[in-house]
């Protein structure tokens, strides 16, 4: 049996070659961000080698979940005690590192539209902006993409 790697540089270059992989749209349930939170929560100090590795890579977009369906314990899981501060923890992290996202909450089929709306937000911006882009530069306008998304998207 092949032994992998698990040094930053190796985790690195597995995402880059999943994101490759995922013509554009990668979805993950948890990456280094979310394990440095986490990290902080189960061993009361910071880790500068997971931290390293989140700040390596930043997501276009998080889709951070509320605590206001009901918990069900996995046999994993800390408990519902802590859902409510670790959420709270998540977006002020979120907020203090800049990194954009949207809170996910309703019923779980809610939750799904939600999330599935945020996607569809995300790809048509990225959309707008290759074709925006390749305008410009095909007619050579001086026209910054921040000036059009007013006219091209809403908020």
């Not at 997971?50 to 408990?79: C, H, K, M, W």
Request: proline letters at 5%; aromatic letters at 8%.
């Amino acid at each position: 049996m092949e032994r992998r790697s698990n040094s930053p540089d190796t985790r690195r270059r597995s995402q880059r070659e999943r994101i490759s992989a995922s013509n554009g749209l990668l979805i993950c349930d948890t990456d280094a961000f979310a394990t440095s939170i986490w990290h902080r929560r189960y061993l009361g100090e910071r880790s500068p080698a997971v931290e390293a590795l989140a700040d390596s890579y930043r997501p276009d977009l998080y889709l951070l979940t509320d605590a206001s369906i009901p918990f069900v314990q996995d046999g994993t899981r800390d408990g519902e005690q802590i859902r409510e501060w670790m959420h709270a923890t998540f977006v002020a992290e979120l907020v203090a590192h800049g990194r954009p996202y949207v809170t996910i909450a309703g019923t779980p089929g809610e939750r799904l539209a939600r999330a599935v709306a945020a996607i569809d937000r995300l790809v048509l911006r990225r959309l707008i902006a290759t074709i925006w882009e390749g305008f410009v530069r095909k007619h050579r306008y001086q026209i910054a993409l921040s000036h059009a998304r007013q006219y091209l998207l809403p908020p």
